[in-house]
Nanobody, 114 residues
């Protein structure tokens, strides 16, 4: 299983940014997908998860600002981030649980700063 994330970058507070993650080596439509993030000196935390039926859950800190979605035809999971805050600065990782283990993408840096 390989997860290839892209789309990170720098943005000013209040701005928007989108992340993408392409998965290979698994039957994408049968796996829940998630985005995590890890800020400097902090533990990795769940940002959002999308299940195979399209249902979602979010960390309280991003509810109403972030949207996770998936395109099973493209084996891709997305994270659209709006109203970004400096505290959203982190390395973002896509994730899936497959055959009894976690798989992680390589991480993409999001920096929110004026």
């Amino acid at each position: 299983v390989q997860l290839q994330a892209s789309g990170g970058g720098s943005v000013q507070p209040g701005g928007s940014l989108g992340l993408s993650c392409v998965a290979s080596g698994l039957i994408f439509s049968t796996n829940a997908m998630a985005w995590y993030r890890q800020a400097p000196g902090m533990v990795r935390e769940l940002v959002a998860r999308i299940f195979i039926d399209g249902s979602t859950n979010y960390a309280d800190s991003v509810k109403g600002r972030f949207t996770i979605s998936r395109d099973n035809g493209k084996n891709t999971v997305y994270l659209q981030m709006a109203s970004l805050k400096p505290e959203d600065t982190a390395v973002y990782y896509c994730n899936t649980w497959h055959q009894r283990r976690d798989y992680w993408g390589q991480g993409t840096l999001v920096t929110v700063s004026s």
